[in-house]
């Protein structure tokens, strides 16, 4: 079961699970869903303050992430990434192809 599925069923599910985690990752629909707030920043310290977590962290995707820790609210811009060049026969179809190429050793 992933995080957002355990997000929709509510912090109190989850909750004697995560105390005392030292590092919790989650994406902002998690935050919203479990913080009960529009405001990620809000929701993750309403998360925070039933939760016994030392950082909270919160991706934003393209945005960045943000960390909560002891109190403290700190933001990271999300970096662009070169994108990876793969080769036609690695790429995953969602038809099998008719014929797959040929390669000499």
Known sequence: MGGTSLAKKGLDVIRDVMN???IWFM???EAKELGHSENVVRA?????????????????GPRG???LRDDEVKY?????VP????P???????QPPTSL???ST
């Open 76 to 80: 990271s811009d999300a970096f662009k």
């Open 44 to 60: 993750a310290e309403n998360i925070a303050s039933k939760v016994r977590v030392r950082e909270l962290i919160v991706t934003l």
């Open 27 to 29: 994406n902002s629909f």
């Open 65 to 67: 992430a943000l960390l």
């Open 20 to 22: 005392d985690v030292d």
């Open 101 to 103: 190429p040929r390669y």
């Open 88 to 94: 036609q026969a690695l790429v995953i179809h969602s």
């Open 83 to 86: 994108p990876l060049w793969i």
